[in-house]
Structures are given as structure tokens and as C-alpha cells.
């Protein structure tokens, strides 16, 4: 099931009370937030459902001013606690962000859409420190 809110002029207060509800959610697997006015701390509760939420794998928050602590906030979610989520929509629309952590963001989406067995190499390798250009799978 798809949720379009996009281009409503939403603010993130009021978007936290959907992001809530969607907690428990069983059913959309899709929320379209494009246009909005959602910001970093949106980003910070978004990042909070995709570590217990699921179902969702497309959630399109382009062309919202979202800015580098919230895309960091919500990156170190992605690489973290989600394995499901595989968009984001196009991140190059939030200006906001700085383009290493789109392409940071882009890189765990894509990871979640190949396997979680890859993206966990790909973290362990990180974390030894050993480049982050290099992916191991078993």
C-alpha cells in the first residue's frame, strides 16, 4: 500500500505523528514526502522507524531541506539498524545535504537492495579500516 503526501507543505512536527502511527505499521510499504518542508530533525525520527519498522522499502523525502546532521543521523540508521528500505527517492534534489552523504546514503540503500550479507561486510570492512571502495562478500 502506497501513502502520497508529497507537495503538501508538511513541517516535520506534523509529520512526526505519521511516523508514529507508521511504528506499528503492518501495511504501507510506501510513503511519498517529496516537496515537503521536513528537516533535520524529521530526518532523526525517520532514521528512529527504519530501525523498527519493517516494511517500508521506499520512502521519497527529495526536495526537502534536509541538511548534513540529519542525512548523518539517518545514514548511520540505514548502515545500522535497517535492512529493508531500498529508496529514498532522488536525494539530489535535497541541496541541503552535502554530496558525500547522499552518496553515502545511496550506497547503504543499495546495499539493503543486494543483501544484508553484503552490507555487513561492507561495514566490518570499514570498520577495520581498510577503505570504503572495497566490498567483501562471501
Given at each position: 500500500?502506497?501513502?502520497?503526501?508529497?507537495?503538501?507543505?508538511?513541517?516535520?512536527r506534523v509529520v512526526a505523528h505519521l511516523l508514529d502511527a507508521l511504528m506499528t505499521n503492518?501495511?504501507?510499504?510506501?510513503?511519498?514526502?517529496?516537496?515537503?518542508?521536513?528537516?533535520?530533525?524529521?530526518?532523526?525520527?525517520?532514521?528512529?522507524?527504519?530501525?523498527?519498522?519493517?516494511?517500508?522499502?521506499?520512502?521519497?523525502i527529495s526536495q526537502n531541506p534536509i541538511g548534513n546532521d540529519g542525512a548523518l543521523k539517518?545514514?548511520?540508521?540505514?548502515?545500522?539498524?535497517?535492512?529493508?528500505?531500498?529508496?529514498?527517492?532522488?536525494?539530489?534534489?535535497?541541496?541541503?545535504?552535502?554530496v558525500k552523504v547522499r552518496k553515502d546514503i545511496e550506497d547503504a540503500l543499495w546495499l539493503?537492495?543486494?543483501?544484508?550479507?553484503?552490507?555487513?561486510?561492507?561495514?566490518?570492512?570499514?570498520?577495520?579500516?581498510?577503505?570504503?571502495?572495497?566490498?567483501?562478500?562471501?
Amino acid at each position: 500500500m502506497k501513502l502520497d503526501l508529497s507537495n503538501n507543505g508538511l513541517q516535520s512536527r506534523v509529520v512526526a505523528h505519521l511516523l508514529d502511527a507508521l511504528m506499528t505499521n503492518n501495511t504501507v510499504t510506501e510513503v511519498n514526502l517529496h516537496g515537503n518542508w521536513l528537516n533535520d530533525e524529521f530526518a532523526s525520527d525517520l532514521g528512529e522507524l527504519l530501525k523498527e519498522n519493517p516494511i517500508l522499502y521506499k520512502v521519497d523525502i527529495s526536495q526537502n531541506p534536509i541538511g548534513n546532521d540529519g542525512a548523518l543521523k539517518l545514514l548511520d540508521d540505514l548502515n545500522s539498524k535497517n535492512d529493508t528500505l531500498n529508496s529514498l527517492g532522488d536525494l539530489s534534489q535535497n541541496v541541503l545535504m552535502g554530496v558525500k552523504v547522499r552518496k553515502d546514503i545511496e550506497d547503504a540503500l543499495w546495499l539493503n537492495s543486494v543483501s544484508s550479507r553484503a552490507k555487513q561486510s561492507k561495514l566490518k570492512i570499514e570498520a577495520n579500516g581498510r577503505g570504503k571502495n572495497f566490498l567483501e562478500i562471501d
